[in-house]
């Protein structure tokens, strides 16, 4: 099993930042420190979708929407991922989830293992 927990959320105002942490823990985790992490975002009425992805290698990948904006990293030795969000507009308000998958960001394909997510909400 792999315990993701995801932290970091929270209100800020247009043009402010964010950074999201994801730590992972777990009998089998490190296998998953092999595979790839995503941070996927779902506002309501809408589906979830993958912003940002980070291969075990370090190869990066980021949705049209938040190019140039946002920035994931990892820290394989201490097993979290982090995504750096800058120049936030409302647009943005989302629960952040965390997840472990294989792939690159053209490819990604999310496993089962959710965190809870953390709410980010930015206001005009």
């Known amino acids: 099993q792999v315990q993701l927990v995801e932290s970091g959320g929270g209100l800020v105002q247009a043009g402010g930042s964010l950074r999201l942490s994801c730590a992972a823990s777990?009998?089998?985790?490190?296998?998953?420190?092999?595979?790839?992490m995503g941070w996927y975002r779902q506002a309501p009425g809408n589906q979830r979708e993958l912003v940002a992805s980070i291969t075990s290698g370090g190869s990066t990948g980021y949705a049209d929407s938040v190019k140039g904006r946002f920035t994931i990293s990892r820290d394989n030795a201490k097993n979290t991922v982090y995504l750096q969000m800058n120049s936030l507009n409302p647009e943005d308000t989302a629960v952040y989830y965390c997840?472990?998958?294989?792939?690159?960001?053209?490819?990604?394909?999310?496993?089962?293992?959710w965190g809870q997510g953390t709410q980010v909400t930015v206001s005009s």
């Open positions: 997840n472990v998958g294989v792939g690159s960001f053209r490819t990604y394909s999310p496993l089962n293992y």
């Open positions: 777990g009998s089998i985790f490190p296998i998953a420190a092999a595979a790839a």
